[in-house]
């Protein structure tokens, strides 16, 4: 059984150690590992992670399984990149689900989770970038009912990577 739930700040420590794991594994192997680890050591600090998890603004959206994290999902309102006009959006910043996970239905329930959570905040688009060599990601988007709307630039480390702008209304 999957449990959807909100992450709080005392989550910190497992959030941010998931995060890590998931970001390596998705995109340490094609990446410079300076680049991943400077990334990492950013995004994934345990006191990073619980400032997003205690700010008014953020929502940290956890998929549980037998106890463990399986997938999470980080909300935040707000525009989107300039030249794309979207109808009271929000953004989906990361949504990783574990690789022992994978295609056992908890991608598909976080991502209805986060639709939840955005229309309740008031949102009537998702939006949220991936990178353009993410091809399972991708594909996944997609069959949730994203479109890609054009590119934007996005820096791990030291290296200029170009993400792919998806969007989503939520009718």
Same mark, same amino acid.
């Given at each position: 059984?999957?449990?959807?739930?909100?992450a709080?700040?005392? %989550?910190?420590?497992?959030?941010?150690?998931?995060?890590?794991?998931?970001?390596?594994?998705?995109?340490g192997?094609?990446?410079?590992?300076? %680049?991943?680890?400077?990334?990492?050591?950013r995004v994934?600090?345990?006191?990073?992670?619980r400032?997003?998890?205690?700010?008014?603004d953020?929502?940290?959206?956890?998929?549980?399984?037998?106890?463990?994290?399986?997938?999470s999902?980080l909300l935040?309102?707000g525009s989107a990149?300039?030249?794309?006009?979207? %109808?009271?959006?929000?953004?989906?910043r990361r949504?990783?689900?574990?690789a022992?996970?994978?295609?056992r239905?908890?991608a598909?329930?976080l991502?209805?989770g986060a639709? %939840?959570?955005a229309?309740?905040?008031?949102?009537? +688009?998702?939006w949220? +970038? +991936?990178w353009e060599?993410?091809?399972?990601?991708?594909r996944?988007?997609?069959?949730?009912?994203?479109?890609d709307?054009?590119?934007?630039?996005?820096?791990?480390?030291?290296?200029?990577? +170009?993400?792919?702008?998806?969007?989503?209304p939520?009718?």
């Amino acid at each position: 059984m999957i449990e959807l739930r909100r992450a709080v700040p005392a %989550d910190a420590a497992a959030v941010a150690a998931f995060g890590e794991a998931a970001f390596r594994a998705a995109f340490g192997a094609a990446n410079e590992p300076a %680049d991943v680890e400077a990334h990492a050591a950013r995004v994934y600090a345990v006191e990073a992670v619980r400032a997003e998890l205690g700010a008014s603004d953020l929502v940290c959206l956890l998929a549980v399984v037998d106890g463990g994290i399986a997938g999470s999902a980080l909300l935040a309102p707000g525009s989107a990149p300039a030249g794309v006009e979207l %109808d009271a959006p929000a953004e989906i910043r990361r949504f990783y689900v574990g690789a022992p996970h994978h295609g056992r239905g908890v991608a598909q329930a976080l991502m209805a989770g986060a639709a %939840d959570a955005a229309r309740a905040a008031g949102a009537r +688009t998702l939006w949220l +970038t +991936t990178w353009e060599r993410a091809a399972q990601a991708r594909r996944f988007y997609a069959k949730s009912g994203f479109r890609d709307v054009g590119s934007v630039e996005f820096i791990l480390g030291h290296s200029v990577q +170009t993400d792919r702008l998806l969007v989503r209304p939520l009718a």
